[in-house]
């Protein structure tokens, strides 16, 4: 790596039209910080981009001064891959705009939208394609690993729908990559992450969904948690596809649907939505509503961007976050025995235990269809270990590897990509699974000296050794 001396960024300041911020500048502090407090790196630059001509600026000179780089979008990354120590980070979240053609069905989007501003966009014509379950993370790192959330087992992921996307790849080349244009690069971007260039804009596909969906929540007390969990998984297999029912044990929200005495206790919460309305679903609704005595629900017709939003207060920036994520393709009574043991123990009142359901479109396409291989994975769960004190720090993630590490003999041996935390470097190829070998055949053409590395990283096939 280059020695970076004084006034150095000078040069590249003078291409921007953004902003590039150092240590020094007002703001730099805000640039560096990312959803999960854990993370606290110092990038010697960040370029806050207002658009491609930044983006390839910015590339280009990373690439010719030797510089570590980084990528930021929505910054939602557990791992903090948006940021490095030393480098330039290329900071897209000043390039937000959504573009929606609602008679072709298409949406454009730039490379930092966040869900919310896609959501925004589409829903004022009453369309949608799936993201995710929290409306503040990026449309890129989301839609790169794949991304699932509500609409998926309708709709697939959101990298099922996308059909093209703007890149800028290691040789500061645009390109516009789809299943006809550099169609390698296509397959690679859906579900291959951030390997391969900085996308600076996405189409997708839109379909007709609300503006009114049919959503809520059933909350089970935590002494039914195992039953129900066991009669959950049987419904699961003859559930249709327009019905989606997570799983999450926490404590109980204050919800007001909720008796006080049971605010705070533990408690299995089924979130429930389906893009449908009408009897079909109510009646589907109602028998999740009777795999046990609920302590109460709230469930019904509301709007889908208020759906879209609903979590967001318990997924708030700032706390420190430390993740463990398994697939499962089945769930065993093993399985769910480790659940409700670690449930029933969690270490502060902002954890939790999620089983996310897939199936469905989710689950129809071969595992190398696109580079999201984890077709089979029918539930992904994730530990949400969350807390506010540095002084926790070893006690909760000492909780969520020992929770991991009894849940592993009935896991797939599978992992999201974008749920990793930073120090699971070692298990890219559980989350990129038999693509893997293919994955690296692209990086050696694109990235063959491996630019995009600070992230879950691919190596280039044949290199013997990657940046550091
Ligand atoms: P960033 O941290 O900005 O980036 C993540 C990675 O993508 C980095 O490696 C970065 O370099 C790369 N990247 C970002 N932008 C670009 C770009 N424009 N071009 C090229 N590379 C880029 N995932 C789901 O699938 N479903 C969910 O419901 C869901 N819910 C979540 C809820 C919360 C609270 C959080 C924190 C995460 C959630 N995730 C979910 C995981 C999410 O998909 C990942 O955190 C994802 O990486 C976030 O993307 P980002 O753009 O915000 O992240």
Redesign the pocket.
Known sequence: MDTLTNGQFNELRGLLRGELLEANSAGYDEART???AMIDRRPAAIVRCAGTADVRASLAYARDHQLRL?????????A???LCDDGLVID?SRMRSVYVDPERRRAWVE??A?LRDFDHEAQAYGLATP????S???????T??????WLSRTLGL?ADNLLSAE?ITADAQRRQVSATDDPDLFWAIRGG??NF????RFEFALHPVGPQITAGLIVYPFAQAREVLQQYRDAVASMAPDLTVWAVLRKAPPLPFLAPQAHGQDALVLPVFSPAQGQAVDAAIARIARLGEPLGMHVGPMPYKAWQQIFDPM?TPGAR?YWKSHNFTHLSDEAIDVVVRYAGNLPTSQCEIFL?LLGGQAGAPSPQATAYPHRNALYVMNVHTRWEDPADDERCIAWARSFFADAAPYASGGV?V??MPQDEGERSFDAYGANYARLAQIKATYDPDNL?H???NIRPASATAAAG
Do not use: D, E, P
Request: glycine share 32%; aromatic share 10%; hydrophobic share 40%.
């Open positions: 990312v959803w999960n980084a990528v930021r979008g929505g910054g939602h990354n557990i903090g891959s948006a897209l490379g930092g966040i993201l995710g379950i929290n503040t993370t990026g449309v890129a790192g989301l790169l690993g794949g991304g699932f959330g959101a890149m992450g951030g260039g900085v996308v600076t997924l976050n996310g999201y974008n749920f995009f600070t992230n879950q």
